[in-house]
């Protein structure tokens, strides 16, 4: 099929392939369609056209042997496809159309749809986003990951307390993969490393491992938007190898050769549900190796395929650390290229060197990966040798040459930190072996110069560099705003979904009566939709001509969703002391999940749900202050909440958020920001202006003097009455009748623990923050101004300008020639 009449297909034909395709999935055709049968039939007549386009791009990748980018990543967070690919396909209006006569309205079969969850947070959302832009920008673009059978928990609230249950996300199948058995890979684990001796005399290594794994390959195709791209995200999933103790199970003993095949088939069963907080269990490492070693192997085999020496490797790979977790990588490539390409030394890890680039994406010293040489020893010991050397090398190298005999220095930069138990730092072998490392926002990347690795930064000066974080303006603006896109698209010319620097031309209206007053009737419109889903999701009746007012993301003390609730406390005292003061309506949406084993995590959940449950329900605040918790957050609950949304909460303590990306998403949908001057908040400030945004709180800098000083949050408890009272009500039963202390955890972290995120540090400049935002809601034009003026000024942060920094000062890569002038098949 060509592309014209891909373009062309009418309503007629989609709906005529819906048909054909229902055979398959619906059994009954006399009877009502299930709305599974018809989402199932409209995924697979979308992935006609997507294989299609699959296969094309494959040969036309084939044909010009262009630069690939291979993206290495534990998540993926890539929420639902169909409607994302329905617009990146052009297809959606199509299909809208198609639906209805079938008798469905497309939405509705979107609900059906399960998220693709296999991420935490932002990390992993990110990487989603890059795929999108990836594919958009048609850039010969890879990723590699794991095919969890389990993606991230589902939470539902009980007695307001967090309840996890398992991710089923393929239970009845996912249309959105295929299997690929042709590219299968083994994978040692355990086991010795032997000394062989050539007869040249030369000694080789034998690695002779007790246990083999099989990785078998899922592609995902990822649709770029309007263009001829689909590229393809390859996710292993583990099995027991064939060399699956057969004899046994043939010997009668059924048990054993049955618990390999379960321990293998473990190593892929699950998402650690961590965000930004190292697992450090065995199965997690053995997640990492299983994963790299299937990924590595699955580009050298891309390689070797349509070359026979090694010499355009590092020409035509270049390998993408999606933070430390993938690390192991490097050391699978040096194996592989020295024991079973038989390169020498030096020339295995000049090719490491080339091929390999490193995102770090969190300062936080308990996100900063370590396993210890014991299990290395254990499970990869023909890695720990070469990881010794390279160790060796380095120490014995650069760190002497340039700080010499400073044994402090040695054992400061070592890839092994000495202690009682010793220690592989993976972020130390991602520094030194990456030939760029870069950072997530510019203060990030200046942090990571300055704090976290000055003398690799001394080493290595133009090594460490800044790639500032993007979202895709496709789901996150065209897809789950469609009102807006609509109105967007009546003023802005060109396809700004593709050019989102377009949207600056909305400057011209923001002072136009006219259209404010449109831009704030879709704001309502979105508003009125999401009070509706709150009401189902939680019983609670919201007011839509209230501030929506938004935190949502993984619930960490670092990101203060306990600031926002001490704020709300305040709020509540004040309407009760003064039951006519002269606020605006205000609803508090919160979303976020706990890491399960994250006890203060958990308990501010539980905090956050019992004081929404006595405000909610207090009759005398005459409902100016609702707070809903929406349980189970995720892409498709995201996609929802964020085009309602007036406010942006974006609190984090300043150093600690490397990016955030929520923050961008609200602001593209006209949300105005209230925020720490952290991560990208910086930059969203430089963009939109500072009349436009509400910045409170310490600066990275009086941070540091603050710590410099010793910080006290006791003397503050005591010198801020309101706080006080706010902190002493918390304490007492008020909230949870008849139960004292029930909520102490929280105030014990912030009196008695040291308040490590300095929540009391910044109260006052928080209150004083909201104060000015409630007064600024009361000028309608103004605050109509500054949502134009923020989604206006967003250009900067589409993830395609994300893509073109990697592409153009990292990684190098190929400027692919407009789809429109490729190759004619
Ligand atoms: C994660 O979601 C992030 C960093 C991490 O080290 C881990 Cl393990 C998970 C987040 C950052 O916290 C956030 O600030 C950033 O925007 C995001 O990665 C993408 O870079």
Request: hydrophobic letters at 40%; glycine letters at 4%; a negative charge.
């Amino acid at each position: 099929m060509t592309s014209k009449s891909r373009k062309n297909i009418t309503v007629k034909a989609f709906k005529a392939r819906i048909q054909h395709h229902l055979n398959f999935h619906a059994v009954d055709l006399s009877h009502s369609i299930d709305k599974k049968a018809i989402l199932m039939a409209v995924c697979s007549s979308v992935n006609e056209i997507v294989f299609d386009k699959l296969q094309s791009t494959n040969i036309r990748r084939h044909e010009r042997n262009s630069r690939s980018i291979n993206y290495l990543s534990l998540e993926y967070l890539m929420g639902r496809m169909l409607s994302n690919n329905l617009h990146n396909l052009q297809l959606f209006k199509t299909a809208q159309a198609a639906t209805k006569e079938l008798g469905f309205e497309i939405e509705d079969i979107f609900e059906e749809g399960h998220d693709l969850a296999l991420g935490n947070g932002g990390l992993g959302r990110l990487a989603a986003c890059y795929l999108d832009s990836l594919a958009t920008l048609d850039y010969n673009a890879m990723g590699y990951g794991i095919h969890y059978e389990h993606g991230l928990f589902e939470q539902q609230f009980y007695n307001n307390r967090q309840i996890e249950s398992p991710d089923e996300w393929r239970e009845y199948g996912n249309p959105w993969e295929v299997c690929r058995p042709e590219a299968e890979q083994e994978i040692p684990l355990y086991g010795h490393v032997e000394t062989v001796a050539e007869t040249d005399g030369t000694l080789r290594k034998v690695w002779h491992p007790g246990q083999i794994i099989k990785g078998v390959p899922w592609d995902v195709p990822i649709v770029g938007y309007n263009c001829e791209t689909v590229n393809v995200l390859r996710l292993w999933e583990s099995r027991a190898s064939s060399h699956f103790d057969w004899e046994a199970f043939n010997a009668g003993d059924y048990q054993d050769a049955n618990s390999a095949q379960t321990q293998a088939e473990t190593i892929s069963k699950v998402l650690y549900p961590n965000d930004s907080t190292a697992a450090g269990k065995e199965l997690r490492f053995i997640q990492q190796y299983f994963f790299c070693a299937c990924s590595i192997k699955d580009i050298i085999r891309r390689y070797l395929k349509h070359h026979d020496d090694w010499s355009q490797f590092a020409d035509k790979f270049v390998i993408q650390l999606n933070d430390t977790h993938p690390t192991i990588a490097i050391l699978e490539l040096m194996r592989l290229l020295l024991d079973e390409y038989r390169f020498s030394w030096d020339n295995a890890w000049q090719m490491c060197k080339q091929v390999f680039a490193y995102t770090n994406h969190t300062l936080l010293p308990e996100a900063l990966e370590k396993w210890s040489v014991e299990l290395f020893e254990t499970i990869l010991p023909r890695h720990l040798e070469i990881l010794y050397r390279i160790n060796e090398e380095f120490l014995n190298g650069q760190v002497d040459k340039m700080w010499p005999g400073d044994t402090a220095m040695r054992r400061k930069l070592s890839l092994i930190e000495e202690g009682q138990q010793k220690m592989v730092r993976m972020a130390h072998l991602s520094v030194i072996t990456s030939f760029k490392v870069n950072g997530v926002a510019e203060i990030h990347s200046e942090l990571v110069k300055q704090d976290l690795f000055p003398e690799f930064h001394k080493l290595y000066p133009n090594k460490l560099t800044n790639v500032t974080n993007g979202i895709t303006p496709r789901r996150w603006l065209k897809a789950c705003n469609p009102a807006l896109s609509d109105l967007i698209s009546k003023k802005v010319k060109g396809d700004w979904a593709k050019n989102l620097s377009l949207l600056s031309t909305l400057t011209d209206y923001a002072e136009d009566k006219k259209f404010q007053q449109q831009f704030m009737q879709v704001k309502r419109e979105n508003k009125v939709k999401l009070s509706e889903e709150i009401k189902k999701l939680t019983g609670v009746s919201v007011n839509p001509d209230a501030i929506f007012d938004v935190q949502i993301k993984r619930l960490h003390e670092y990101k203060r969703q306990h600031l926002n609730l001490l704020h709300i406390l305040a709020l509540y005292r004040r309407l009760l002391e003064n039951p006519r003061l002269d606020i605006n309506p205000r609803v508090f949406i919160f979303g976020a999940k706990a890491a399960p084993g994250y006890y203060l995590a958990k308990e501010i959940i539980y905090a956050i749900n019992c004081v929404a449950e006595k405000i909610n329900n207090d009759a005398r605040i005459n409902d100016k202050l609702k707070v809903v918790f929406l349980p189970n957050y995720r892409v498709s609950l995201a996609e929802k909440i964020i085009p309602a949304a007036d406010v942006s909460e974006q609190i984090s303590t300043a150093g600690k958020e490397a990016s955030g990306t929520g923050n961008m998403k609200l602001a593209l949908n006209g949300a105005v920001t209230i925020g720490t001057l952290d991560g990208a908040n910086i930059e969203i400030a430089e963009e939109v202006g500072d009349d436009n945004i509400f910045i409170f709180g310490k600066t990275v800098d009086e941070i540091k003097a603050l710590n410099r000083q010793g910080y006290d949050p006791v003397s503050i408890y005591n010198s801020e009455p309101e706080l006080k009272s706010i902190i002493d009500w918390l304490d007492s039963d008020y909230f949870t009748p008849g139960k004292f202390g029930e909520l102490s955890a929280i105030t014990q972290s912030l009196l008695n623990d040291g308040d490590h995120y300095k929540v009391l540090a910044d109260f006052v400049s928080y209150s004083q923050a909201q104060e000015a935002l409630d007064k600024a809601y009361k000028d309608q034009a103004g605050w109509a101004k500054m949502a134009i003026m923020n989604t206006a000024m967003m250009g900067k942060f589409t993830s395609d300008r994300s893509i073109e920094d990697y592409a153009n000062n990292i990684w190098s890569l190929d400027k692919n020639l407009p789809a429109t002038q490729a190759v004619k098949l």
